[in-house]
């Protein structure tokens, strides 16, 4: 049983929430995000509330409920304020800059890295800060890790991308280590 599935969800005010034919629609002062329902899972609007509740009693439905459950709250929360993450990049002579549609990287390569920004997800840069915000949390969430990914942190210098607030653990260099031995 789905401890998060049980719940209802709480619609706030500004935001309306329909279902049609198999399709979720969250609309809010931040935008409008949809979603494509299982079959296992119905959910239903109910004045101020939404319920979700499974289809059967399949494994799959089970499964799905809370999953689905905390879809729609990430849904009714991005519509109302926007989602966050903070990248930080650092090395001698890493920068980002974004220029139209794209984000420009110098990671250290022999050509600036371009990364195409999706639609529904804003990004601004303040130094060494890439902020990637947006309604729709999967898509914050996956265009940090695909930007994260291009460069991980290294654990020796500890230079490349991060998350804000992550914590890369450093090695010992060579000296370290053979003048320990």
């Not at 309306?16 to 969250?26: D, H, P, Q, R």
């Not at 239903?44 to 289809?55: A, F, I, L, M």
């Not at 600036?112 to 914050?140: H, N």
Request: glycine share 12%; charged share 25%.
């Amino acid at each position: 049983m789905s401890r998060i599935g049980k719940r209802s969800i709480v619609i706030p005010p500004g935001t309306e929430v329909s279902v049609a034919s198999g399709t979720l629609t969250v609309k809010g002062k931040g935008g409008t995000l949809k979603r494509v329902l299982h079959p296992s899972v119905e959910v239903k609007v109910d004045g101020s509330e939404v319920t979700v509740n499974p289809v059967g009693n399949s494994r799959l439905a089970r499964a799905l409920w809370g999953t689905y459950a905390a879809h729609v709250r990430n849904m009714i929360a991005g519509v109302n304020t926007p989602f966050q993450k903070k990248l930080q990049i650092e090395g001698i002579g890493y920068k980002a800059e974004v220029s139209g549609k794209n984000v420009k990287l110098m990671l250290g390569f022999s050509h600036p890295v371009i990364v195409a920004i999706p639609e529904g997800v804003t990004v601004g840069v303040e130094k060494s800060i890439v902020s990637v915000s947006g309604a729709d949390k999967e898509a914050v969430g996956q265009f940090a890790a695909s930007v994260r990914s291009l460069k991980k942190p290294e654990p020796y210098k500890g230079k490349g991308i991060r998350y804000e607030g992550e914590v890369v653990r450093e090695k010992q260099g060579k000296k370290a280590a053979a003048a320990a031995a």
